[in-house]
């Protein structure tokens, strides 16, 4: 196994140098901003700020081109003399690409694309993009494995998919080296509790913080493998500097543990006290079982979860309780 490598060390290939980040603005993409930036790197953001916030990046220190995906000139603008791009923008949530599919595909797709060959124009070293467990589908094995894809249960999942395919075909026509991280249900400090779309964990804190009973969809015994930020954050500096071998595919990137939302449910409750969980239909395009294998992502990346869902859930407790949060 390789050796478990400082952040120092995953951060010093990039000192002095340009490194763009898709989506700072983001919850995933504003830790990286921040980490990158303690690294030394010279950093730059590309964002629409229509999902995420400028409250979530620093005050200075960055630069920033504020634009869309589906902007080509804006793209060209955000990798110019860049040797590393972090693709995190996107639009997420599987029930808004239910809702509006088109604009889904064409952010995560179309704009996927114009930044895949602007980073070609560029001469851009590595790019290393969000996947999602997502992909997975309705293929029923467990743990998830790459190599072992069903079919895509929603619009979200497939340009998820077709972001894979799309970094698969730019590595082999124009020898582009690319890296695909799919995430499980990330979660930590900066995620968004507001909105329809917002993802469960910080729903559930938001819920225990109003006094209001949190809404779990179906029986609740639907299983996540959720991963903390500082992981996913570290699963995108070890593919910047993996070896050029492990480029050409995507790798999963979780806890390593499944959770079924009862209990996640009850956890929430322990830490921050709350009605008891009331339960609604099941939503069309969700996922019912999600675990990770880690194998090819050990082997080939170095990856492997160090934050225990626990000691995430109780560091994004005092966020969500604190008045940080609430400001959004």
């Known amino acids: 196994a390789m050796v478990d490598r400082s952040m120092a060390e995953l951060l010093a290939p990039w000192r002095g140098r340009r490194v763009l980040v898709t989506g700072g603005g983001g919850f995933i993409g504003s830790h990286l901003v921040e980490a990158l930036l303690a690294g030394g790197a010279e950093v730059r953001v590309l964002d629409d700020f229509s999902t995420g916030f400028r409250s979530n990046l620093p005050a200075a220190g960055f630069d920033l081109v504020e634009g869309d995906l589906r902007d080509r000139e804006a793209c060209r603008r955000a990798v110019d003399g860049c040797a590393l791009v972090l693709h995190q923008a996107a639009l997420g949530s599987v ?80 020898g582009l080296r690319l890296i695909g991280l799919r995430y499980f249900n990330v979660f930590g400090a900066r995620q968004s509790p507001e909105g329809p ?31 903390h930020v500082d992981d996913a954050v570290r699963a995108n500096l070890l593919a910047a500097v993996a070896p050029d071998s492990a480029c050409g595919r995507a790798y999963n990137v979780s806890g390593g543990r499944a959770v079924t939302i009862n209990q996640l449910a009850q956890k929430v409750r322990e830490l921050a006290g709350g009605a008891e969980p009331v339960y609604e239909p099941p939503r069309s395009g969700d996922v019912r079982a999600s675990l990770a294998d880690l194998s090819l992502a050990g082997q080939a990346l170095g990856y492997r979860a160090r934050v225990s869902f626990e000691d995430g859930l109780e560091g994004v407790c005092s966020y969500y309780l604190s008045d940080d949060a609430a400001g959004g």
């Open 95 to 174: 029930p808004r690409s239910m809702a509006d599919p088109a604009t889904s595909l064409a952010v995560n797709v179309g704009g996927t694309a114009n930044l895949f060959a602007e980073a070609r124009d560029a001469e851009v070293e590595r790019i290393v993009y969000a996947s999602s467990s997502s992909v997975y589908g309705d293929d029923p094995g467990l743990p998830k494995q790459e190599g072992r894809e069903g079919r895509p249960l929603s619009p979200y999942a497939l340009s998820k998919v077709m972001g894979e395919e799309l970094a698969e075909v730019f590595g082999r026509c124009y």
């Open 197 to 227: 779309y917002a993802a469960v964990i910080p729903r559930f804190f938001a819920a225990a913080r109003s006094g209001e009973a949190p809404v779990i969809y179906g029986d609740g015994e639907q299983s996540r493998d959720f991963t």
